[in-house]
């Protein structure tokens, strides 16, 4: 047991602007929802009204995409005490963001940028999640981003960084299943290898989503439906972690809330489909 176990929540969607009428007039039965934490940090009026009427009746968990914890800035303290504040308030069952950075000399670039997959950017980005933790004072969670560009100069592969940040930082990671998929597939590796390197007692929490197939490359939309090779994926990684809290992403082209809800709902058949032929 580690710290990073915590009871699985379900199957939640992210809380989207274009949902918050659906979801107060007809309180759909839905497990969780996850917010995007920048989205509410200096904001008030209607947003933060129904945020808080959503928080009532579901457990929230803040993902963040600015904390830059892989940048060479210093770590930003206002920024990492608004978002204490708001998990306090909300009462977020966790706090998450990205292994990434995503500015330089101060100016948000508001891109989730790769970093090198060397020993130098592990001790690097390990001392500084140590800093978030306990700034935040509990633990971070850190998802797997997509990525179209390598460094030549890694010197391990991204599930290795991964699963040796997760150790030495003692965080859990956040396995994003589509970003892997998305990730084999611009950088040709085998995803499989991917997913049974990762610790599964630190797993978190799980994200599916849709994409865009550009038959050279893949970029991560969140657009659709989820494709049946992430949910093949998505079927090994329930296997591996003996099932995780599980959210599904849909940012753009976003269609009614009962559609979004439809798509998510879809994991249960494939816990099912795993739990048969295990």
């Given amino acids: 047991m580690t710290r990073f176990d915590r009871p699985n929540l379900g199957l939640g969607v992210g809380l989207r602007t274009a ?41 929230i968990v803040l993902h963040g995409v600015s904390m830059s914890a892989g940048s060479t800035d210093s770590i930003d303290r206002s920024y990492l005490s608004k978002v204490k504040a ?26 989730l940028l790769p970093m090198p997959y060397t020993e130098e950017a592990l001790r690097h ?37 991964l699963a040796r940040m997760a150790e030495e930082a003692d965080c859990g ?12 597939f611009n950088h040709r590796f085998d995803p499989e290898t991917y997913l049974r390197a990762i610790p599964p007692g630190r ?13 050279t490359h893949i970029l991560d939309t969140h657009i659709g ?16 972690t003996g099932g995780r809290s599980t959210l599904l992403e849909w940012d753009e082209e976003i269609p009614a809330f009962p559609v979004v809800h439809r798509e998510v709902l879809k994991a249960r058949k494939h816990m099912e489909a795993d739990l048969a032929t295990a």
């Fill in 203 to 215: 797993v978190t929490y799980l994200h599916v989503a849709g994409h865009t197939n550009f038959g």
């Fill in 125 to 161: 980005l390990v001392k500084r999640i140590r800093q978030i933790q306990d700034l935040l004072e509990r633990p971070l969670i850190l998802e797997n981003p997509s990525s179209y560009v390598e460094f030549r100069s890694s010197t391990m592969p991204e599930w290795e960084f």
């Fill in 173 to 184: 990671p956040l396995l994003d299943v589509n970003n892997v998929y998305v990730s084999s």
């Fill in 225 to 240: 439906p989820v494709i049946d090779p992430v949910w093949k994926l998505y079927r090994l990684a329930h296997r591996l």
């Fill in 19 to 59: 949902h918050f009428g659906h979801i107060l007039n007809k309180k759909p039965a839905v497990d969780w929802f996850e917010i995007v934490t920048e989205n509410f940090l200096d904001t008030g009026g209607r947003p933060s009204w129904v945020l808080d009427q959503i928080a009532e009746r579901h457990p």
């Fill in 86 to 111: 708001l998990a306090k308030r909300v009462r977020a069952v966790w706090v998450s963001d990205h292994v990434c950075w995503t500015g330089v000399a101060g100016r948000n670039l508001h891109d």
